[in-house]
């Protein structure tokens, strides 16, 4: 049994998708209804850009969900549909990827609140003012602690609980930036400010999250093929009320990975593909359950790959 889950900012990079587009008409008319929807030519960014513009949250994220879709198209030409998975789930952004593979929501309508958040999610905080870091060799619990005692002045939460030995905390700069201290006092082997343009997954996102309400208000959404397994609650829906209400608590939410990956496990998930540009879930996910295999399907020769596992079942 298996799951198709979906990248989330970081994962960019210049020229994703491309060998995609050259191998694949229908991922090739993934990025031309991108950049019709957004009424700009966005792959030209993602494939011959500069990658600090590609960066920009306003353009990463629908970039990334872009090169996600062409992959996903790539399997549907081949044969393999979303529902050839039990699961379909997304790291942040990577949720509307999801849900757009699973048909809950269309490309374009995807492509347009990617372009909204993205830019909600950097007006929210001017930029300095708030920051993430990665505290790595942590357990939750423990970082959770260090947040809280890090928080006296401002801002500081436990955003990404991604694995079992690296959570992502968020906030006003100068708490974290006193978490990263106190970290490290309390045996993390590493805690790193990200290079990120604002605090993501706090409490400093509300505006974002007004925004997205009112966008997310805007358009259809119809019960996807597959379940999601959500961010905010780590485990699995199918209703779109329901889908669009935590869609926006999400701005604001922790990001329940380590959870959601848990929860699929124990739902007999034993195979999850990883479906766009990097492998960086792939590596959290053998980190939270060596037993789950992973299998990244991001660029024509990873697709064949794929398509030939199924067919040997």
Known sequence: MRAFVFPGQGAQVIGMGKALAEAYPASAAVFEEVDEALGEKLSALIWEGEAEELTLTANAQPALMATSMAAMRA??????????????????????????????????DTARLLRTRGKAM????????????????????AVEAVAKDASENGVCQAANDNDPSQVVISGTKACVEAACEIAKERGAKRAMLLPVSAPFHSELMGPAAEVMARALAEVDMVNPKVPLVTNVLAHATSNPTTIRSLLVEQVTGRVRWRESVQFMAHEGVTEIWEIGAGKALSGMIRRIDKEVATRAVGTPDEVTAAVESLNEE
């Open 75 to 108: 399997l549907e030409a081949e044969g393999v549909e979303v529902t050839a998975a039990k699961y379909v789930a997304g790291h942040s952004l990577g949720e509307y990827s999801a849900l757009c593979a699973a048909g809950c929501l269309t490309l374009a």
């Open 122 to 141: 950097q007006a929210a905080v001017p930029v300095g003012e708030g920051a993430m870091a990665a505290i790595l060799g942590l357990d939750f619990d």
